[in-house]
C-alpha cells in the first residue's frame, strides 16, 4: 500500500497531539497504469510509407524493346533529359525539360500514349540520376511518374555516353 505521511508536530508542548493525515495513494497508482496501457494499446504505431519499384520485363530474347524504351537523366539544376531508345543510339533526339505539368509529367504522358497505341504496352522508363543532380529531383521525377500512371519503370547508373548528352546540353 503506498502512503503519505507528513508531520503533525506544530512543536508546542501542552496541546493535544493530533493525528498524522495519512493519503493512500493505492488508488491514483492503479488509476495511472490503467491511462499509460490504454494509450500504449489505443495508439497506432507509424508505418513506413514506401513507393514500389517495378523493374522492366526483358522479352524472349533478353532484350527491352527500344520503342517502349524511355531514358530521364536528371541533370544540375533542375533540368531533365529524355529520350527515347538507348543511349548508344537514340530514337529520339535528347530535349531538355523542367519539372511539371508542361515539363517532365507532359513529355511521360505523350510518349506512354505512343507506346501503348503502338504496341498495346505501356512506356517503360529507366531513371538515371546524374552527380549534379540532388535527391529532391528524384523524388521529384519518381511523383511525376506515379501522376502519369508510369507503371513500369527502373532506377539505373548514368552512363557515360549520358553523361556526355548532358553535358553537351549544358545540365551537367
Given at each position: 500500500m503506498a502512503e503519505l505521511t507528513t508531520s503533525g508536530n506544530s512543536g508546542r508542548k501542552g496541546r493535544r497531539r493530533t493525528p498524522?493525515?495519512?493519503?493512500?495513494?493505492?488508488?491514483?497508482v492503479d488509476l495511472a497504469f490503467l491511462l499509460i496501457t490504454f494509450?500504449?494499446?489505443?495508439?497506432?504505431?507509424?508505418?513506413?510509407?514506401?513507393?514500389?519499384l517495378a523493374?522492366?520485363?526483358?522479352?524472349?530474347?533478353?532484350?527491352v524493346p527500344e520503342t517502349?524504351?524511355?531514358?530521364?537523366?536528371?541533370?544540375k539544376d533542375d533540368k531533365v533529359m529524355w529520350y527515347m531508345?538507348?543511349?548508344?543510339?537514340?530514337?529520339?533526339?535528347?530535349?531538355?525539360?523542367?519539372?511539371?505539368?508542361?515539363?517532365l509529367r507532359a513529355v511521360l504522358a505523350d510518349n506512354n500514349k505512343k507506346a501503348f497505341q503502338s504496341s498495346g504496352k505501356p512506356l517503360i522508363v529507366i531513371l538515371k540520376p546524374s552527380d549534379h543532380s540532388v535527391y529532391n529531383n528524384?523524388?521529384?521525377?519518381?511523383?511525376?511518374f506515379s501522376i502519369s500512371n508510369i507503371q513500369t519503370y527502373a532506377v539505373a547508373n548514368i552512363?557515360?555516353?549520358?553523361?556526355?548528352m548532358l553535358k553537351?546540353?549544358?545540365a551537367f
Open positions: 498524522t493525515p495519512r493519503i493512500d495513494l493505492t488508488a491514483m494509450f500504449i494499446m489505443a495508439t497506432s504505431l507509424a508505418k513506413p510509407k514506401a513507393m514500389d523493374m522492366p520485363v526483358k522479352g524472349p530474347d533478353g532484350s517502349r524504351t524511355m531514358s530521364v537523366c536528371l541533370g531508345g538507348m543511349p548508344e543510339k537514340p530514337l529520339t533526339k535528347p530535349q531538355l525539360v523542367d519539372f511539371g505539368k508542361a515539363g528524384f523524388v521529384s521525377a519518381l511523383d511525376e552512363t557515360p555516353k549520358d553523361v556526355d553537351q546540353k549544358g
